[in-house]
Every structure is written in C-alpha cells, then in structure tokens.
RNA sequence: GGCGGCAUAGCCAAGAGGUAAGGCAGCGGUCUGCAAAAUCGCGAUUCUCCGGUUCGAAUCCGGAUGCCGCCUCCA
C-alpha cells in the first residue's frame, strides 16, 4: 500500500503523489503571536509533526514552513493594553511558543517566516492581485473581488449566495459584495503601518500565507494543513488570492485537524474554556499530553479531560518502565535482535500510517509490542529466546516510537517527571514517603505485620502505593479521584 | 437557513466489502507474609435505527434519529 491522505478539498483519500518527488513542500498555518498556545494548537502542532515524521521516514525530502503571525488586529489590541510595541508582545509569544513546542518534543519547520519581515512581497503580492483584476482599491483599502474568482468558496463548499443569506456578514459600504475581504487595510491613527502604492497601510489578514507559503515553497506546493476552523474564511481565501496572483491552484493536499474539546465543546479563545500548554505541562508529564493527542486519528475530536491526561500519563509511564526493563536486562544478558519481528511492527506501522497518518492504530500497535515485551521479561528464568525476543521488541518499540516522536527520552528521566507532578498534586513529599517506607521496613523486620500493613494503608491513602521487591520496596504516585467517573 | 463531520462493549478507541486491534475499568489465576506492580485467562453472534445492493456489509447506497463543528476572531 502507497500513501494516501484525507484532501479537504475533495472530501477523499488520495493517493500521495507529490509535484516534484522525492521533493514535498508542507506548509502549516503557524500562530498569532498576541498570547500562549492552548492545547487546540498543541495538537495541530503534534498532528503536523508526525506527519512530517512519517514523510521523512518515507524517504521524501520535506520543506516544512510555518509561519509567524506577529501583526494583526489582536496583536496590536493587546499590545495597547499592556503598554508595549506589537514587536516585543509578539516575540515574548514566539519565545513562549518555542519552549512549548519544545516541552512537546516537537521539530522545527525548516523555515519561519514573519509577517513583518516580508511585507514587500506582500505588496508585491497584492499589487498582482490588482493588476490581474482581482483587487480593487478603495480609500487606501485594497480588497478581493470574490465575484472575479469562480473557484471561490470552492473549497469550503458553500455557495455564494447561501453565505451571503446566512447574514452574520459584517456591513461596509466600501465593498463590492459583502464577500469581498480586505488585502491591505489603510492605516488607522496610533496603529504600526507601513508604506505602500496604496498609502501606509498593514496587510489583510489572510495575505501572509499566500505571500509566504508561495515564497517558499513555489506558486504550488504538495501540502496546506492548519485547524479545521482555518477552512473558512482563511484558506478559502488564500486560494483565491494565490490564484489571482499566480494563475494557480497553489496547494495540492489540503490537510485539517479536528478540535480539541472540554465536555464535548469545542476549545476557543471566545468560550474561554481553554487550558494552554504550559498549563497542562505543568500538571501531567508533557508526553502524555502528546500521547493522547495522538490516540485519535488528526482528524477527529478529541475530548479533553484530567481522567484521558492521567491515563494517558499512566501509558507513559508503563511505556517508559517497560522500556527501562528490557535495556537493563540486555545490558546484563545480551540479546541479539531479530530483524524479522522488527520489520513485522515497522509493516504495521506502515499500513496504518499509509492510511492518512493513522497515528492511533500505530498506538495500538505498540500497546501490543509493549505488553509482548513485559510478557517475554516475565518468564521466570532464562529460556535461549528470551534475551532476542526482548532485544527485538524492544527495537521494534523504539523505532515506532521514533517515527512518531514518542518514547525517545531517557525513562529515568521521565519517571522522575511524572513522579515529581504527582507528588506535587497529591500535597506529598519525598521525605515522608522515605521515612514511611524505613518505618515500615523496620515494623516488617519485626515480623510486625500489622503495623507493616498500617503504614503502608495510610500512604495509599494519600495516593502513594509502596510495593516490594526483591531489591527492596519502591513506591509509585498515583493520580487520585479521576477513575471514580 | 446553508454546508460539513461523527455514531463500534460500562468508558476511550482502531477497523472503510470477507466474518470485530488496542487501552481503561471489572472478574478469576500466577507472583507476594498480605498487597502492589507485572503477567495469564474471561468481554460485542455484533457495530444508533429502518430499508436496499451483494454469496457476504460495522464497512457501499437511500432514509430516520442523535451529537459536534463551520458559515464572526479561532489550531
């Protein structure tokens, strides 16, 4: 099976073929720049690098661009609020951004572009756009004519005349249709402008992507992804634009992700029902976070709530000491991996990752060499297969998990991450935890069960369950009061 | 009002014409002083409902119902 992805513009799978193999150029709508990212774009984000993963590993050349928003009405809306230029708000943002992304483990695109570093070729851009008829000008207002374009609202698949009856469309006087959106917008008193043929003005909201993702990538390119929510009006009008400027249906592959959602309601800004990354983070080790966005396929909703974190988080964690078993027990007894269980997991993960970047059947597939791996390191004594069943598993474990970004820190590392956020929750400390565990270990010395039992009862209480081995007794935070739903 | 999407066990969720992955919770076994962790075994004669196509449908077609989203800034 060959690649195929979900086209929004023709509501099907397609099978893959890019313009200028083994060239793809990808590009995703990035950020405005005026506040911290929420985990609606934690997922767009971690959507869009799996998939420029699993590209890669393909074997295609990517070009990943994704851009900067860092001029639009909210920027400076905000920027007037807090006393600073747009300029500082929006690096503050980007900075923040970058360490979120970063948290997530997520890569960065091959180039970044900024509004306000390319507004030549935004006028450029939109002086084309006139000139082919598209554009009209108006008290130092450009606009697009959507009447000009018959491709129009054909990606959102709507009709002109539905839009406009379906009112809710704002009124002003200087537009030609109601439809018609504004590619420059003359400057208003104490707003950042900039000059143009048209006077000084800033550009339209939608014009950036047009200017840049072609810039970069060519008048057409293999991928557009971004929200669901960008459909319309965003890249229904970049495609009107990009073709007004070029003559071409710039992007091959429109690709959108679903929303992330709060008691089935979507995350906005406006609903204020939003939680931002750092938020989150904070909270729950950051690959659990990762973890459940992508158990569901990129394109469904994904419902978030504490009790999918902390499970999500439980998967970490058994990933992670599943993985942290099997390498101690190589280190100590060899094992020689065969390349045949690998391969039979990276087929898997193909098949599933072929069919328009199944990420959660891929986690399935890996639950199920996870659980094969703890079953091999469960059997008692040291069967001939045992160290190369364990070797192999665990090689197919961490090149699945490299393709999509999962698995790939030291678990030490992580188990002490989620250790720590636990603790932090649950109002416990290190040391009383230590100092329970030498009670008990006394009480059991003595043959003292009772009190053995007691101590460890009232730890479990508090949510920290100590368990026995024969190294000694280790313990483990759990989240409370998220499985009673 | 227009357009689009979704509906699979108690819950989350893969599957896109050939006889239901995986996870959580639950029950029973191994292990353990007892536990926990880990592991083994057990769960849908059936995929919202009603028709149709087919040797065969959760998967295709038609209809109904319910939920969500877009049409305003939004990933």
């Known amino acids: 099976m060959s690649l195929k992805i979900y086209n929004t513009f023709s ?13 793809v150029g990808m590009y995703v709508c990035g950020i405005t720049a005026y506040d911290l990212c929420h985990i609606g774009h934690a997922r767009c ?35 007037n609020e807090k006393g600073v230029d747009i300029k500082t708000l929006a690096d503050q943002n980007i900075e923040a951004f970058y360490e979120d992304m970063d948290t997530l483990g997520l890569v960065r695109p091959d180039v970044e572009p900024r509004v306000t570093e390319h507004m030549q070729d935004i006028i450029d851009v939109v002086r084309r756009i006139i000139d082919n008829g598209y554009g009209y000008v108006k008290n130092g207002n450009v606009y697009f ?17 539905d839009m406009v009856a379906g009112a809710r469309v704002e009124v002003n006087e200087e537009k030609e249709h109601p439809l018609d959106f504004a590619l420059w917008k003359a400057a208003k008193p104490g707003e950042p402008s900039w000059d143009s043929p048209w006077g000084k003005g800033r550009p339209g909201w939608h014009i950036e992507c047009t200017v840049m993702s072609t810039k970069y990538l060519g008048h057409r390119f293999d991928i557009h992804g971004g929200g669901a ?22 992007v091959k592959y429109w690709m959108h992700n679903g929303f992330v959602t709060v008691s089935e309601e979507k995350m906005s800004k406006s609903l204020h029902n939003f939680l931002t990354i750092k938020d989150v983070t ?27 974190m902390a499970r999500a988080e439980d998967r970490i ?3 992670y000491e599943s993985i942290a078993a099997a390498r101690e027990y190589i280190d100590r007894r060899g094992g020689t991996v065969d390349p045949k269980v690998v391969q039979q997991s990276m087929d898997r993960l193909v098949d599933y ?4 970047f199944n990420t959660a059947g891929v986690l399935g597939g890996l639950n199920t060499d996870v659980k094969a791996l703890n079953e091999a390191l469960s059997i008692k004594g040291k069967a001939p297969a045992k160290a190369d069943r364990i070797a192999s598993l665990l090689q197919a474990i961490e090149r699945q998990g490299a393709v999509l970004g999962l698995f790939t820190s030291d678990p030490q590392s992580v188990l002490d991450g989620i250790r720590k956020r636990r603790i932090a929750a649950l109002g416990v400390t290190e040391d009383e935890i230590e100092q329970a565990i030498e009670a008990r270990k006394a009480a059991r010395k003595d043959r ?6 007691a101590i460890r009862n009232e730890l479990a209480a508090k949510g920290i369950v100590m368990m026995d081995t024969p190294q000694g007794t280790i313990w483990k935070a759990r989240r409370l009061g998220v499985n009673d739903e």
């Open 317 to 319: 964690e058994y990933f």
């Open 11 to 23: 509501r099907k799978k397609e099978p893959f073929e890019p313009l200028n193999p083994p060239e």
């Open 448 to 453: 003292d069960f009772e009190r053995a039992d």
């Open 145 to 161: 004519n959507v009447q000009a374009y018959d491709g129009y609202l054909q990606l959102s698949g709507r009709k002109l005349d």
């Open 282 to 308: 904070a909270m729950y080790f950051p690959e659990a976070l990762k973890y459940l966005l992508l158990s569901m396929g990129y394109r469904k909703p994904i419902n978030y709530s504490e009790e999918a």
């Open 229 to 250: 929510d960008l459909i319309f009006p965003h890249h229904e009008n970049e495609r009107a634009q990009s073709y007004a400027a070029f003559g071409t249906d710039f």
């Open 353 to 356: 990752m072929d069919d328009d």
């Open 45 to 79: 984000y971690t959507a869009f690098d799996a998939i420029y993963r699993y590209l890669v590993f393909k074997g295609f050349k990517v070009k990943y661009v994704r851009n900067f928003t860092d001029l639009d009405d909210k920027i400076i809306q905000r920027a």
